[in-house]
């Protein structure tokens, strides 16, 4: 009993956590997949504005086939943001499937570790981004509102599922009270 309890304090324990997080953070650099040459064709295609960056960011924080996307065909972001490749045009097919005109961001490309953790963020491997609002729909305003812009969240939440690997709203935690964020890392979805 005493070394089951024991090992129950280890897993709750910090050296866990900094070993835990070590690994992590040595581990999932080694999945980011740039999407070569083929990604940025696609990105053409579809008529993203964008400027390519190539490989940025140090040993910590990796950002495979980087580009600095001005704005999308048919949607304007209130700023320039870096993402991967693959991270870029997951966006503009969410954009394309929203009908977003224009959205809000609070950022992308952030070498950060994750709120009370020392996990890498996937805002350290240009895979993230944050959206505060859409079409005049404000997350922190809006959010979970019978009305237009409530639908037009809603309706974003929808399609982020099926676009992103990670969604999370003010529903998932205080920490997301105001924005979605978006990314490719591991993850389960909605």
């Not at 895979?127 to 409530?150: P, Y």
């Amino acid at each position: 009993m005493v070394v089951v309890i024991g090992g129950l304090q280890f897993f709750n324990s910090h050296v866990y956590n900094t070993v835990r997080a070590s690994v992590y953070n040595t581990v999932r650099p080694l999945f980011l997949n740039g999407g070569g040459d083929s990604c940025l064709q696609d990105l053409d295609h579809m008529n993203v504005q964008y400027t390519k960056i190539d490989n940025i960011g140090q040993d910590r924080c990796p950002v495979k086939n980087a580009v600095r996307i001005i704005n999308y065909p048919n949607t304007k972001l209130s700023a320039p943001v870096i993402l991967s490749c693959p991270s870029a045009k997951n966006l503009a097919l969410f954009f394309t499937d929203t009908g977003a005109r224009n959205v809000s961001t609070f950022g992308t490309y952030n070498c950060k570790t994750r709120r009370g953790s020392s996990i890498i963020s996937e805002h350290g491997y240009g895979t993230a981004i944050d959206i505060s609002e859409i079409d005049s729909a404000s997350v922190q305003k809006d959010w979970n509102k019978d009305t237009k812009e409530g639908e037009t969240l809603r309706n974003a939440h929808q399609s982020a599922c099926k676009r992103f690997s990670n969604v999370l709203t003010p529903d998932s935690n205080a920490d997301h009270a105001d924005h979605f964020h978006l990314d490719n890392g591991f993850g389960f979805g909605c």
